[in-house]
């Protein structure tokens, strides 16, 4: 009899803890459910000029050296067997059309790449003083933290100059809805003096500075105080902030990344991604 009433008891438990364990999994994202393919297109033009008739060598020179162009888009882009999960990657695929292509997201993604090339020769063919021109595009899918999808793009791009300039961006999207995640969505008190004071202290440990004067020694925040970029991803086991060249140090420095926990930085993320 006591052995009955014991299963009468915790038979119900039993099963409520089945239907909050289901729940759960049904209520995050089955990264399985969600692939990233990628998409590669290559575009070159050469033209050719042939020398003036001025007396000017100079000139004649410039003008017999052929001027070349190189278009390169290699950007994955997110796709699901999965009805729902379907409705969100075509939701992110949309936004980074809009974003990296700068073409409107009702255009397909092989239509969006295609005038984005387009304007490039256009570009090149308007800009008659530059011999080279190039603009490469990549773009890589991450899974990040529970729900979150990290993507990572660069530009590395050359219209004449001193040197070609690469800048790299991070967007996040949440999995659940394809929502883009702005710094202030997840980071309310962004603008505070705190997470900028955090991120100078990580600067610091990272680079082995036991003072600001040894950080603006090794080039860093000589000409600009922190802040907080806007260039983040929630990793899984922390949150990267990268600054490109030029943000806090100069261009022989390079880009950095800054790393932090989760649980520092708890005073200033929103509960929702704590």
């Not at 796709?79 to 969100?88: F, G, I, L, Q, Y």
């Amino acid at each position: 009899m006591a052995k009955k009433l014991r299963i009468h008891y915790i038979l119900p438990v039993i099963i409520g803890i089945i239907l909050l364990f289901t729940a759960s999994c049904n209520s995050s994202t089955n990264w399985s459910d969600i692939e990233f393919y990628k998409i590669e297109k290559i575009e070159q033009m050469k033209e050719e000029k042939t020398a003036s008739s001025e007396d000017d060598a100079f000139a004649n020179l410039l003008d017999t050296c052929d001027r070349t162009l190189d278009v390169e888009v290699n950007l994955q882009f997110l796709k699901s067997d999965n009805e729902e999960h379907a409705r969100v990657c075509k939701l992110i695929n949309e936004q980074l059309v809009e974003i990296i292509l700068k073409q409107s997201s009702k255009l397909s993604i092989d239509e969006a790449i295609s005038n984005f090339i387009e304007e490039k020769k256009q570009e090149f063919r308007s800009e008659e003083m530059a011999s080279e021109m190039y603009d490469h595009l990549t773009g890589i899918a991450e899974y990040g933290k529970e729900g979150i999808i990290n993507y990572y793009f660069t530009e590395d791009i050359f219209t004449g100059g001193a040197h070609p300039c690469t800048l790299s961006t991070y967007f996040c999207f949440d999995s659940e809805t394809g929502e883009f995640l702005s710094i202030d969505k997840v980071f309310p008190s962004a603008s505070s003096s705190g997470l900028a004071n955090l991120l100078v202290e990580k600067l610091m440990k990272d680079e082995g500075a036991k003072s600001m004067d040894e950080l603006h020694e090794m080039g860093f925040l000589e000409m600009m105080d922190m802040f907080v970029s806007t260039n983040f991803a929630l990793r899984e086991d922390s949150i990267e902030f990268y600054y490109n060249v030029y943000d806090i140090a100069p261009y022989a420095v390079g880009p950095t990344s800054i790393k932090i926990s989760y649980e520092s930085a708890a005073p200033y993320i929103s509960n929702k991604f704590q």
